[in-house]
């Protein structure tokens, strides 16, 4: 970390890394002051531009305190010390810009609907936020199993000694799949079969919300209490794979659910 302070107006036109100059990293307000932590750039950052081989979009760099409230910025936000970056990579989803930036070693990443945040914390913390919702995460690398996508044919997810094949393609996973025997996805959520209809989960955090349809674009309708739901249908969309509720109160990503059947 090596946090500089620049003059706008006096050092603006300078660049920090072969792509990246000062402007691009002032705060929205028109203030002259910005911070930049130039190793995360020149690190990081350009590493990020020369994967993508396409602009970097900066749309929110260094922030001061008044414009950081005026946002609805966190209190004490990496904004605010020149060590935060909301980006969108032009030809990338935020989704991939997560995964590359998780493998060069980045600490701090939040998945937005349509852009990246990445800071240069001293520790770890992944997150994904939809509807305001910020959801901690492991990692942002698929979910796979067995090193790839497959699809699972089992009578139940929790019996492996059940299964009889695991197929990268669904439509084959389909065809092969018998009476009393269920399609899987990656993620152990059923998609075809003897238990893809109605099922239980079991939400265990407080903020996980429900759509009116299976994706993120739909609106939200409301936060599902923690408890046990019944799923009669799943769609994917959106990088999740969604539940329907069988009271009717809308779909939730069941990423963020355990499944119990």
Same mark, same amino acid.
């Given at each position: 970390?090596?946090?500089?302070?620049?003059?706008?107006?006096?050092?603006?036109?300078?660049?920090?890394?072969?792509?990246?100059?000062?402007?691009?990293?002032?705060?929205?307000? %028109?203030?002259?002051?910005?911070?930049?932590?130039?190793?995360?750039?020149?690190?990081?950052?350009?590493?990020?531009?020369?994967? #993508?081989?396409?602009?970097?979009?900066?749309?929110?760099?260094?922030?001061?305190?008044?414009?950081?409230?005026?946002?609805?910025?966190?209190?004490?936000?990496?904004?605010?010390?020149?060590? #935060?970056?909301?980006?969108?990579?032009?030809?990338?989803?935020?989704?991939?810009?997560?995964?590359? #930036?998780?493998?060069?070693?980045?600490?701090?990443?939040?998945?937005?609907?349509?852009?990246?945040?990445?800071?240069?914390?001293?520790?770890?913390?992944?997150?994904?936020?939809?509807?305001?919702?910020?959801?901690?995460?492991?990692?942002?690398?698929?979910?796979?199993?067995?090193?790839?996508?497959?699809?699972?044919?089992?009578?139940?997810?929790?019996?492996?000694?059940?299964?009889?094949?695991?197929?990268?393609?669904?439509?084959?996973?389909?065809?092969?799949?018998?009476?009393?025997?269920?399609?899987?996805?990656?993620?152990?959520?059923?998609?075809?079969?003897?238990?893809?209809?109605?099922?239980?989960?079991?939400?265990?955090?407080?903020?996980?919300?429900?759509?009116?349809?299976?994706?993120? %674009?739909?609106?939200?309708?409301?936060?599902?209490?923690?408890?046990?739901?019944?799923?009669?249908?799943?769609?994917?969309?959106?990088?999740?794979?969604?539940?329907?509720?069988?009271?009717?109160?809308?779909?939730?990503?069941?990423?963020?659910?355990?499944?119990?059947?």
């Amino acid at each position: 970390m090596n946090v500089v302070e620049y003059s706008k107006a006096k050092g603006g036109d300078l660049y920090i890394s072969k792509n990246f100059q000062v402007k691009e990293f002032a705060c929205k307000d %028109g203030s002259d002051k910005v911070l930049v932590d130039v190793d995360f750039v020149r690190e990081y950052l350009q590493k990020m531009r020369n994967w #993508a081989g396409a602009e970097i979009n900066i749309n929110s760099g260094y922030r001061t305190e008044s414009h950081n409230a005026a946002v609805g910025g966190a209190k004490g936000s990496y904004h605010t010390k020149g060590r #935060a970056f909301d980006i969108a990579v032009s030809g990338k989803t935020p989704h991939e810009v997560a995964q590359y #930036a998780e493998s060069i070693g980045v600490n701090g990443i939040l998945e937005y609907d349509t852009f990246t945040h990445v800071d240069s914390r001293d520790y770890k913390y992944f997150a994904t936020v939809f509807d305001g919702n910020e959801v901690p995460v492991d990692t942002f690398k698929d979910k796979t199993a067995d090193g790839g996508k497959w699809y699972r044919v089992r009578r139940n997810w929790n019996q492996p000694e059940s299964q009889i094949g695991a197929y990268e393609s669904l439509a084959n996973a389909k065809e092969s799949c018998p009476a009393g025997y269920t399609v899987y996805n990656p993620s152990g959520v059923p998609v075809y079969g003897a238990l893809s209809k109605d099922f239980m989960v079991r939400v265990e955090i407080t903020d996980l919300a429900m759509k009116t349809g299976a994706g993120l %674009g739909y609106v939200r309708t409301g936060y599902i209490p923690v408890g046990s739901y019944t799923i009669v249908e799943t769609k994917e969309a959106d990088g999740y794979t969604w539940g329907r509720l069988k009271s009717g109160a809308g779909w939730i990503a069941l990423e963020y659910t355990k499944i119990i059947y």
